[in-house]
C-alpha cells in the first residue's frame, strides 16, 4: 500500500437534509484501500469540488442524476495524484481529473479520467474555469443565450464559479453584462477585477430600481442562477426576442416545499421570449471544443477566476453548505491534506 497507508477517510451521507443542510447530515469514517484490478487506478485525492447541484443529489426520488445513497460517500469532481496503475492509458504520478468519491484516496476505473497538463494551468482550474463551472457558463450563454454585441445580458450569481465565467463571456462578445451578486466584496471583485458595465447588489438595493437603472435599454439575455424573486423582476424588464438561460435555481434547493412561480410567464408571450434549460451533460459530445476556448481565453488573459479553499477533507461539509450562504467567492474547492 501507498507508504504504510492502508486506510482512507471518507465522507458519507448519514442522512436526508431537510431544509439547509446541517453537520448532522454527514458523517467521517475510515475505510480499508481497495487495490486497483485492471484497468483501475489508485488516486491520492488533491481538491474535491462542491456545487450547488448536490443538493438536488440528497433528496430522493427522479431526477436527471441518481440520489446520493444512504452511509455511502459522496462524489463529484475531484482531481487527484495516480499512486498506483493497473492501466495502460494512465501511469504513476499521472495527474487526473474524474467524478470522485470524497475520501482521501480513490480506486477508479481508467474510462471517465481524464489527464491534465500542470504546466498548462494550476491543477484545480480543471473542476472551475476548465472544468464543468466553465462548461456550463460556455454552452448555456453561446449555445443558449446565444448574446449578440450590445446587447444587455444580466447574470445572477454573477460571483459564483459559472456566474463569473459567464460574464466574463458575455464581455468578450461585447455585450453590456450586469451582474447580480450579495455583499460589498462580490460587488467589488465584479465592477474591480472583472470590469462588468454595472452590479447590482440585491442584498443592498431594490432590485426593480437597480433594474431600471442598469439596463436602461430593457434584457436581452438573462443568465439564471438564482431563481426566485430575482427571476420575477428580471422577467419584467425583458425584451423582444430575449433569451432566459436557466441553469440554476440556488435560491430554491433547500425549501421544504417547491416554490411557486414565475408569476410572469405572461412576459415570455407578450415579448416572444425564450426560456430554457439544460444540463451541461447535453453537451457532453463538445467539451474539448469548450475546453479549448476557455483555456485559448485563459491563456490570452481575457479570463480571470477566483477560488475559495477551504483545507481538509474534513471540511467538505462546511464548505457545501457555505455555497447557500453565499460564503464562496468563485469556485469553492477543498484541498485534500
Known amino acids: 500500500m501507498i507508504a504504510n497507508v492502508s486506510k482512507t477517510r471518507e465522507v458519507i451521507l448519514a442522512s436526508r437534509p431537510v431544509g439547509m443542510p446541517s453537520e448532522a447530515n454527514f458523517s467521517l469514517k475510515e475505510e480499508p484501500i481497495r487495490e486497483p484490478l485492471e484497468g483501475e487506478v489508485l488516486i491520492k485525492t488533491l481538491y474535491l469540488s462542491v456545487d450547488p ?27 487527484g495524484r495516480v499512486e498506483k496503475s493497473r492501466s495502460h492509458l494512465l501511469k504513476e504520478g499521472d495527474i487526473v481529473t474524474g467524478f470522485f468519491p470524497w475520501a482521501d484516496y480513490v480506486t477508479l476505473p481508467e474510462d471517465g479520467l481524464r489527464k491534465i497538463d500542470p504546466q498548462q494551468a494550476p491543477i484545480s482550474t480543471a473542476l472551475g474555469i476548465l472544468g464543468m463551472p ?20 444580466v447574470i445572477s450569481g454573477a460571483a459564483g464559479a459559472v456566474g463569473s465565467v459567464a460574464a466574463q463571456l458575455a464581455k468578450i462578445k461585447r455585450c453590456r453584462v450586469v451582474g447580480i451578486a450579495g455583499g460589498g466584496q462580490k460587488v467589488r471583485y465584479l465592477k474591480d477585477v472583472l470590469h462588468l458595465d454595472a452590479v447590482i447588489d440585491y442584498k443592498a438595493e431594490d432590485m426593480g430600481s437597480a433594474l431600471r437603472a442598469s439596463c436602461p435599454n430593457g434584457i436581452d439575455v438573462y443568465f439564471d442562477n438564482v431563481g426566485g424573486a430575482t427571476t420575477d423582476h428580471v422577467l419584467n424588464h ?16 433547500n425549501a421544504d416545499k417547491p416554490e411557486l412561480g414565475p408569476r410572469n410567464l405572461l412576459t415570455l408571450i407578450t415579448h416572444s421570449a425564450l426560456m430554457q434549460g439544460f444540463i451541461v451533460s447535453d453537451f457532453a459530445a463538445r467539451f474539448t471544443e469548450g475546453l479549448i476556448k476557455l483555456g485559448n481565453w485563459l491563456n490570452e488573459g481575457e479570463l480571470r477566476y477566483e477560488e475559495t479553499v477551504i483545507d481538509g477533507l474534513e471540511n467538505l461539509p462546511k464548505a457545501f453548505m457555505g455555497l447557500f450562504k453565499g460564503e464562496n467567492l468563485g469556485k469553492q474547492l477543498v484541498k485534500v491534506d
Open 53 to 79: 447541484y448536490m443538493r438536488g443529489r440528497m433528496r430522493e426520488g427522479a431526477s436527471y442524476i441518481t440520489p446520493f445513497q444512504l452511509n455511502q460517500p459522496l462524489k463529484g469532481g475531484g482531481v
Open 238 to 253: 425583458i425584451n423582444k426576442h430575449a433569451r432566459i438561460v436557466l441553469c440554476g435555481q440556488i435560491s430554491t434547493y
Open 134 to 153: 466553465g462548461l456550463t457558463a460556455y454552452f448555456g450563454l453561446f449555445d443558449i443565450g446565444k448574446p449578440k454585441e450590445g446587447e444587455t445580458v
